[in-house]
């Protein structure tokens, strides 16, 4: 087989005109190194190496392109990575026990005209028109300060130790705006998500937006778009803040001490600072310095006056840049989600803190942006002591509701169409719907034992329309999704989603006997052993020879193929092509018989293979399997999620004590008709269909969160319903599934009967309540 790399580039997205010209930036070695992979691995091959020439500015502590941790790439790990490495193309090194990725000189001079074609495919324009000016005049690094302009952190940062974190922390319209921002740049290829690294450090600081290095080309562009008089405002603005930021955090910790004798501007503001502290400080007189520039030197009279000084000055700080930076999308006045208060305040209102506003603004002032030196060496030795690559946790405002499980917020009027609220920092919170008092009710699963939920309800009870709205929600908030749909109506309405329909004649696949060298869980051995249990479970009356005869013969395929128990044979792919004719002509007659329909519909072999990588990128995934036969419905679906539960057990288990919320899910699984691959019994030998009793108990510690559509409680055993947090029961389509449905909620059957569509009850620990799920015609995102 020979793969045409013109057609894999048009494939990835480049225009025909532009495709010749990338050509040639390919090595004539590496060109016909990549005609032995198919196309869709070629795709794979591209994007990971732009992925790596993005991403390696996440580690830029000593310059662009340091490297990018490797645990960023873990959806780049099955095959990419690898054949990069043959190609000559990545290089990588080890940094305090971290493996960090680069492109070498051959890789960038790939990279580079493949990363200037999405920049000149760019609609610049488009970009000025969906932000706040004060955006790109942020960003292109008007401010200085230790803030990496190639990156922007995805949540909001926990300390304010630096300027740009102050700014994010006290205006959440600027970090929405910057998030849009970004998010916008990494849907057009032009950003990435990779763990921000500090190669002089210890550890991981956490999950960043990253730019290419010709990302002040795209701030150039965005610039020149926005009237010169604004930006100038705001270059003002900025430096203003910037310089009493620093004095403060001069006056308070001792930093900046030469920044401020470099700056008259700081100076300035020094004297300024001083002036306001004359009752707690003696000013002493000027002291000529060697080098001309004289400092303003001072000894404190009354610590404890002085201290509560610099905090009045720093709550005064908070209030001029919540009154001066507004961003104002024309939201209605009333609008109750606004993530900017109408009145200047230091401190957003929070009415489910129970605490006085005042006292919660001394305390996070003092502590998080002025933090005593002492406290800070303590805090540092505790961060030593965690596991490595941890995003860290966000900054709350407000204390989360006492429960634990449910976050309700207060309602102003009807919520018909629903806003998108912005997100808590660092936080994952899922908008439902309303409860009967009319207060929001969202699910944070991060805030939850588990992430896992099942769905109830029969035909026509707006369960399918509930799936779409949960699965747009989680993507708009960037959380991978993967949809297991049997019937093929589950498809979200809105966000980013990419949709495989299996069917005859194999354009869509997956092979569940390719290997990965970097997943050692998935051995021939282990493959050959989980297809002929899933064969084995939908064919109940295969016999245990004739499974034994199934194994010998992919066992001498492999084997036939190259490919043995070394990990440097599973780069080889064995193709069922291969295995159709071994099987055909198999002398037991039973066995041809039982897969036929396997190779007929070309069920593991075809034109585009289905990536695990890309699913785990983000997005929406819609596996529609409505046009197989069922059996291999649920064959197809059984070794699919068997792959998905391999690759992320390789990349190992979420560190505990992760705080961040969203650090915790790798991918969130929906399936509709889930009673279809669970066990009914807790002893039964069906084992494929404990397939999903495994990933209950199992995948959680792997960042998997599994959503579960059923009509029946039966449906699910004890094993299942045990490890499931959130339990959400809809209208009953007859009396006989109200009864078994109202003993386990503790309803009246009448009540399951009557509940009108996208209506239920909601279970989240030992919580209860009616809720209305909001359909995605009343959300706007």
């Given amino acids: 087989m020979s793969t045409d790399l013109a057609k894999a580039l048009k494939a990835t997205g480049y225009a025909d005109a532009e495709i010749p010209a990338l050509m040639e930036s390919f090595p004539p070695a590496v060109t016909e190194y990549l005609r032995d992979f198919r196309l869709q691995e070629v795709r794979d091959i591209v994007e990971t190496l732009l992925y790596i020439y993005i991403a390696q500015n996440s580690a830029s502590s000593r310059g662009e392109g340091a490297g990018v941790v490797e645990q960023s790439c873990y959806a780049y790990t099955s095959g990419p990575l690898f054949a990069l490495r043959q190609a000559g193309l990545i290089e990588s090194a080890s940094w305090n026990g971290t493996t960090v990725l680069t492109a070498n000189a051959t890789g960038e001079a790939i990279a580079r005209p493949l990363m200037e074609a999405r920049l000149r495919a760019l609609d610049i324009a488009g970009l000025a028109r969906e932000?706040?000016?004060?955006?790109?005049?942020?960003?292109?690094?008007?401010?200085?300060?230790?803030?990496v302009n190639k990156t922007f952190p995805s949540t909001l940062p926990r300390t304010e130790e630096t300027f740009i974190r102050f700014l994010l922390n006290n205006c959440p319209g600027l970090f929405t705006e910057c998030?849009?921002?970004?998010?916008?740049?990494?849907?057009?290829?032009?950003?990435?998500?990779?763990?921000?690294?500090?190669?002089?450090?210890?550890?991981?600081?956490?999950?960043?937006?990253?730019?290419?290095?010709?990302f002040a080309y795209i701030l150039k562009g965005?610039?020149?778009?926005?009237?010169?008089?604004?930006?100038e405002h705001y270059d003002m603005l900025l430096e203003s803040f910037y310089s009493t930021f620093t004095v403060l955090r001069y006056l308070a910790c001792g930093e900046d001490y030469d920044r401020i004798r470099a700056s008259p501007a700081h100076r300035r503001e020094l004297a300024r600072v001083l002036a306001e502290l004359d009752d707690a400080i003696y000013v002493l007189e000027g002291v000529r310095e060697e080098d001309g520039v004289d400092l303003a030197r001072f000894i404190v009279k009354d610590r404890n006056l002085y201290d509560m000084r610099l905090r009045d000055l720093g709550r005064a700080l908070m209030a001029e840049v919540a009154e001066k930076i507004v961003i104002d999308r024309s939201a209605p006045a009333e609008e109750p989600s606004s993530p900017i208060p109408e009145e200047p305040s230091p401190v957003p209102d929070e009415p489910a803190v129970p605490t006085p506003a005042p006292v919660a603004e001394e305390d996070e002032w003092e502590e998080l942006v002025f933090p005593d030196e002492e406290e800070e060496e303590a805090e540092e030795d505790?961060?030593?002591?965690?596991?490595?690559?941890?995003?860290?946790?966000?900054r709350r405002r407000a204390a989360p509701p006492s429960s634990g499980t449910v976050a309700l917020e207060r309602r102003f009027g009807e919520p018909s169409p629903v806003p998108a609220e912005v997100p808590r920092s660092g936080e994952l919170d899922i908008f439902l719907g309303h409860a009967q008092d009319g207060q929001r009710v969202n699910w944070s699963p991060g805030r939850l034992n588990n992430g896992h939920m099942i769905i109830l309800g029969g035909s026509g009870a707006g369960k399918t329309e509930t799936i779409r709205c949960i699965a747009s929600e989680l993507a708009a908030q960037a959380m991978p999704v993967v949809l297991i749909d049997f019937h093929g109506d589950m498809a979200a309405s809105s966000g980013d989603i990419r949709s495989y329909k299996i069917r005859e004649g194999g354009q869509y696949y997956f092979n569940p006997l390719e290997l990965d060298p970097d997943i050692d869980e998935i051995t021939p051995l282990r493959a050959t052993s989980d297809f002929v249990d899933a064969i084995s479970i939908n064919f109940p009356t295969l016999g245990i020879q004739q499974r034994r005869k199934i194994k010998n013969i992919i066992k001498d395929c492999y084997r036939m193929s190259g490919i043995t128990g070394k990990t440097e044979t599973w780069t080889r792919v064995l193709d069922f092509d291969d295995i159709e004719g071994e099987i055909m002509n198999c002398e037991d007659e039973a066995i041809p018989a039982y897969l036929e329909d396997i190779f007929d519909y070309k069920l593991f072999s075809g034109e585009e293979k289905i990536s695990i990588p890309t699913i785990l990128s983000g997005g929406i995934?819609?596996?529609?399997?409505?046009?197989?036969?069922?059996?291999?419905?649920?064959?197809?679906?059984?070794?699919?999620?068997?792959?998905?539960?391999?690759?992320?057990?390789?990349?190992?288990?979420?560190?505990?004590?992760?705080?961040?919320?969203r650090a915790k899910f790798r991918l969130f699984v929906i399936v509709d008709e889930?009673?279809?691959?669970?066990?009914q019994k807790s002893g039964s030998k069906t084992s494929i269909k404990a397939v999903l009793n495994k990933y209950a108990t199992e995948m959680r510690k792997f960042g998997v969160s599994l959503i579960l559509a059923s009509q029946l409680i039966a449906h699910f055993n004890e094993e299942i319903l045990a490890n499931i947090a959130v339990k959400f029961c809809m209208r009953s389509e007859n009396k006989k599934q109200a009864q078994e449905n109202a003993k386990f909620f503790e309803v009246s059957e009448k009540d399951l009967l009557n509940f009108q569509p996208g209506e239920g009850i909601l279970i989240i620990g030992s919580e209860k309540m009616n809720i209305r799920i909001v359909p995605a015609s009343e959300r706007n995102h």
Avoid: W
């Fill in 382 to 394: 505790e961060e030593e002591m965690e596991e490595p690559i941890v995003p860290p946790p966000a």
């Fill in 179 to 214: 998030e849009r921002f970004s998010s916008r740049l990494r849907a057009a290829g032009c950003a990435v998500l990779a763990y921000a690294y500090d190669l002089d450090g210890a550890k991981a600081d956490g999950v960043v937006y990253t730019f290419p290095p010709e």
């Fill in 621 to 661: 995934t819609h596996i529609n399997l409505n046009a197989l036969p069922e059996n291999l419905r649920y064959l197809f679906a059984d070794l699919f999620l068997r792959r998905i539960y391999y690759t992320l057990q390789a990349t190992g288990e979420i560190p505990r004590g992760t705080e961040d919320e």
């Fill in 222 to 231: 965005v610039l020149e778009r926005i009237d010169p008089a604004v930006r």
């Fill in 131 to 147: 932000i706040h000016e004060v955006v790109p005049a942020l960003l292109a690094g008007t401010v200085k300060g230790s803030f």
């Fill in 674 to 679: 889930a009673k279809l691959l669970v066990s």
